[in-house]
């Protein structure tokens, strides 16, 4: 079993900074990747950043130049540091692990609120 806890969502004001951290525990096979969705009301959940092998990085075009994802390895935590915040970033972030054993297992935190007011 492996639980992602996810922390660092906020009330902030447009132009403003935040910090998300995730911690990911319990059995945990070969991280395939490490990942930041999001979802705001009434839309679908969307990819903001992954990082996977060799810290490779991937980002939607919405986020790219304003928002960084980084990981430490050793911990097993993923960060999420995003700058320049918008109104329209405002949504709840969720944490994605996925690894590989015998399958695939993906994995998901409970989210963590981020609102950006104008």
């Known amino acids: 079993q492996v639980q992602l806890v996810e922390s660092g969502g906020a009330l902030v004001q447009s132009g403003g900074s935040l910090r998300l951290s995730c911690a990911a525990s319990?059995?945990?096979?070969?991280?395939?990747?490490m990942g930041w969705y999001r979802q705001a009301p009434g839309e679908q959940r969307e990819m903001v950043a992954e990082i996977a092998a060799r810290d490779k990085t991937t980002y939607a075009d919405a986020v790219k130049g304003r928002f960084t994802i980084s990981r430490d390895h050793a911990k097993n935590m993923v960060f999420l540091q995003m700058n320049r915040l918008k109104p329209d970033d405002t949504g709840v972030y969720y944490c994605?692990?996925?690894?590989?054993?015998?399958?695939?297992?993906?994995?998901w935190g409970q989210g963590t609120q981020v609102t950006v007011s104008s």
């Open positions: 319990g059995r945990i096979f070969t991280i395939d990747r």
């Open positions: 994605n692990l996925l690894a590989v054993g015998n399958e695939v297992y993906n994995y």
